[in-house]
């Protein structure tokens, strides 16, 4: 896992109701055909299975933080989201566990543990697994599937 600094996303005109869901993802200033969820590009690291993006709307009161795993060739294999409408799911940090594993901790909530499978179907077995964590009073960690 490598941070890097390639990535950008298109900027929006005009009032803040009126943008798009989905803003298109841009590699060295050259625009690509892949459109994320979101507005702003918090965190992108480079890995052996492809980029991981990581994305919010950038709307503190009702915000919602999206974790794209995209290929070397620029296709998005997989895009998972933590958030709910009337919450806030702002992104704290980011701690890399391995090579494949990363922990999302979200302020105020509890950290989403993320592993980069080497395979998926899309929908029933997404490549990007997200799991809660649940921390008992000693600091060990069970795990939720979501």
């Avoid at 994320?36 to 994305?55: K, M, R, S």
């Avoid at 919010?56 to 958030?83: M, N, Q, W």
């Avoid at 806030?88 to 701690?95: G, M, V």
């Avoid at 998926?120 to 600091?139: D, V």
């Amino acid at each position: 896992m490598t941070p890097i600094n390639r990535f950008t996303l298109e900027t929006h005109e005009g009032p803040y109701a009126n943008w798009p869901v989905k803003s298109r993802l841009h590699l060295n200033g050259q625009p690509t055909r892949i459109k994320l969820p979101g507005y702003q590009l918090l965190c992108q690291y480079e890995t052996a299975d492809g980029y991981i993006l990581i994305t919010d709307y950038d709307c503190p009161f009702e915000e919602s933080t999206h974790f794209a795993l995209v290929s070397k060739d620029l296709r998005l294999r997989s895009c998972r989201t933590i958030g709910w409408m009337y919450e806030t799911y702002i992104l704290e940090r980011i701690e890399w566990q391995d090579a494949r594993t990363f922990i999302a901790f979200i302020h105020g909530g509890r950290p989403w543990r993320f592993t980069i499978r080497s395979w998926g179907i899309p929908y029933i077995r997404p490549r990007l697994r997200r799991q809660l964590l649940l921390f008992a009073a000693e600091g060990a960690a069970h795990d939720q599937h979501r």
